[in-house]
């Protein structure tokens, strides 16, 4: 039986191009990268590299029951993207807005306890310690003047 090839598939309220594989495919939708969505083509018994347009509805289903519950799949809890869960305690993997809100609401609090990472994130620099000295400037940048322009200028004051 010949399966129906779709240029577009809707998984987990995010449209992916149906020409892409499986596992590339899934690693559109936030919060999902290339190790989870390998392991949730194993579980699910699909080749990760067949095109993500030939998915039936019923597949498509199985896929996003999989990522809502990974642990009812016995999915390890290192493929989460949120362990230990500051409100819940609990072992969660968020997926688009969800994942946006949590991150959002995270640095939202780091901010409000003024915890160095909260500190960083209210003055926009770098977090996760990487130099700023030379990397990462914003704003207008200032050239270096000459000595004949600047004594012009001082003249003209």
Known sequence: MAREFRRIVRVLDTDIDGELPLVYGLSVVKGIG????????RVLGLDPYMKLGYLTD???KNIEAVVREPLKYHIPDWYYNRR??????ENIHLTGA????????????EKKIKSWRGVRHIYGLKVRGQRTRTT???????GVKRKRTQQQQQKKQ
């Open 34 to 41: 290339y190790t989870f969505s390998l392991a949730v083509c």
């Open 58 to 60: 019923e597949e498509v």
């Open 84 to 89: 230990k869960d500051y409100t819940t305690g």
């Open 98 to 109: 969800t994942l946006l809100f949590h991150v959002k609401e995270d640095i939202e609090r």
């Open 136 to 142: 990462g400037r914003t704003g207008i940048t200032v």
